[in-house]
Nanobody
Framework: VQLVESGGGLVQAGGSLRLSCATSGFTFDDYAIAWFRQAPGKEREGVSCISSSDGSTYYTDSVKGRFTISRDNGKNTVYLQMNSLKPEDTAVYYC??????????????????WGKGTLVIVSS
């Protein structure tokens, strides 16, 4: 299983970035894929997740209306479009995966395959 994030960088507050998570080594259609983030000195938190079955999406409250998760099953890739970025969005963003049944049963705790992360810095 391999998850490779890209698209991070430095952006001013109010700007946008699109993160990508390219996956390989597993049957993409069977997995839920999520984005987590970890800010300096803080615990890792789940940001968004997309189901493989019906494309259902989930967002943590702090990003609702600003972030959009999507998946391209043909490219085995998940995207996170981040708009109206705020300094508090600064973090390392990680892509994570779990079999759909595991995600449905365990939620964020069930995500057990991880990428190495991409750094997002939002300047004020």
């Amino acid at each position: 299983v391999q998850l490779v994030e890209s698209g991070g960088g430095l952006v001013q507050a109010g700007g946008s970035l699109r993160l990508s998570c390219a996956t390989s080594g597993f049957t993409f259609d069977d997995y839920a894929i999520a984005w987590f983030r970890q800010a300096p000195g803080k615990e890792r938190e789940g940001v968004s997740c997309i189901s493989s079955s019906d494309g259902s999406t989930y967002y943590t409250d702090s990003v609702k209306g600003r972030f959009t998760i999507s998946r391209d099953n043909g490219k085995n890739t998940v995207y996170l479009q981040m708009n109206s970025l705020k300094p508090e969005d600064t973090a390392v963003y990680y892509c994570a995966a779990a079999l759909l049944g595991v995600w449905l049963q365990n939620g964020w705790e069930g995500l057990n395959q991880w990428g190495k992360g991409t750094l997002v810095i939002v300047s004020s």
